[in-house]
């Protein structure tokens, strides 16, 4: 997990939105949970949201990713290693918690559960939590459809069509899953051509070429949609809701899933 990572960061320059979260979102996180005078934890270090909060402890199992795009220790905000799934806070402590794309890089429905019940177990009973979602539509797209739309020029970006290819292959409920090496190999199947798709959209080489970062990792992601999301949510808490995240490229499979009142274990 932490090799596919270091190699994304490498590469961390040529993304964009939406797996970058452009300045709406980092409004969104704030206009939803009020993080203004809240100690936050993040998790992943996600550097575009390490601004929010009074202050601020981002958790993160990558040194790679720590040293190579956190924006650095201050006084109010810090980056700690650690797993999502054994978190270094007591129950109930967490003010507030946010996290980006958090419940699609992890892999199937198990470890989503297992995230929530870890997130449910250290907030607070007054605290709230929220995940940008990467959500697949209700009805799977037809791949030649979006091929037919990111080669008209009606795809935001780069990253926008590999979430868009990535959701025409994922496995069905409960998991919703596809290795990322399903997702390079999809696309390759639907642009076979990529000096055509790069001459058509005036994306350069280089920013498509960062699919082929995923041939070498064995990581499972997953695009549930977002009513299933919900739904395994409702589980860990009883306030449980989506927000939109505005109006980017792909904004409407990108909500936040925005999660208060944790319930008490057992
Ligand atoms: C915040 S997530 C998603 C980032 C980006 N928005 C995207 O979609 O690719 C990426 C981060 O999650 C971290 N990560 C993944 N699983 C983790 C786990 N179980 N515990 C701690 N960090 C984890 C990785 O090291 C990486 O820095």
Redesign the pocket.
Known sequence: ??EH?SA?RRHWQLLGSP??PPPEVVEAYDRELGLGRSHVVM????PELAGLGATMTS????CD?IAGIWPGDTDTRKAVR????DLPFGDASVEALI????L???GAADFRRKLLASVARTLRADGRAAFRLYASPETPDDPREVRALALAGGVSTFHDLKWRVAMTAIAGAPDYTIPVTGILEQFDRMFPDREELSARTGWELPVIGTIDVYRNSSVVYSFAPAAALTEEARTFFDDVRLASTGTYGLAERCPLLVLRSPKCPG
């Open positions: 997990m932490t990572w994304i797996l970058r998790f992943g270090v996600t958790v993160d199992e990558s990713m650690g797993d999502w799934f996290g980006d794309g958090c699609s890089v992890i």
